[in-house]
């Protein structure tokens, strides 16, 4: 069963949104998980981790503006990204960390005026 990442769209410039993510008849709590992102032309970069204490991890470039929740019970991981910027802008994955190959789809998150 794949990842079922969703919440991505068009935003302007200092707008939010909300990613989440499902991850359906896996173990979810025992592992790390974590968004990344891909914008074209780039590789693929760890956005915002979680661990199994519920330790955050961010990248330099979202720090106090993204938020990474997980819910063990529901399965979920979900991205609060907030005063967006057209640099944001790209296909958003969620994934174990380390990854696994196994990537799902992602959702498109573009940041324009």
């Known amino acids: 069963v794949q990842l079922q990442a969703s919440g991505g769209g068009l935003v302007h410039p200092g707008g939010s949104l909300r990613l989440s993510c499902r991850a359906p008849?896996?173990?979810?709590?025992?592992?790390?998980w974590a968004w990344y992102r891909q914008a074209p032309g780039e590789e693929r970069e760890l956005v915002a981790s979680?661990?199994?204490?519920?330790?955050?991890n961010y990248a330099d470039s979202v720090k106090g503006r993204f938020t990474v929740f997980r819910n063990n019970g529901r399965k979920t991981l979900d991205l609060q990204m907030n005063n967006l910027k057209p640099e944001d802008t790209a296909a958003y994955y969620c994934?174990?960390?380390?990854?696994?190959?196994?990537w799902g789809q992602g959702t498109q998150v573009t940041v324009s005026s």
């Open positions: 979680v661990n199994v204490n519920f330790d955050t």
């Open positions: 008849g896996r173990p979810f709590n025992i592992y790390t």
């Open positions: 994934n174990r960390w380390p990854p696994t190959s196994s």
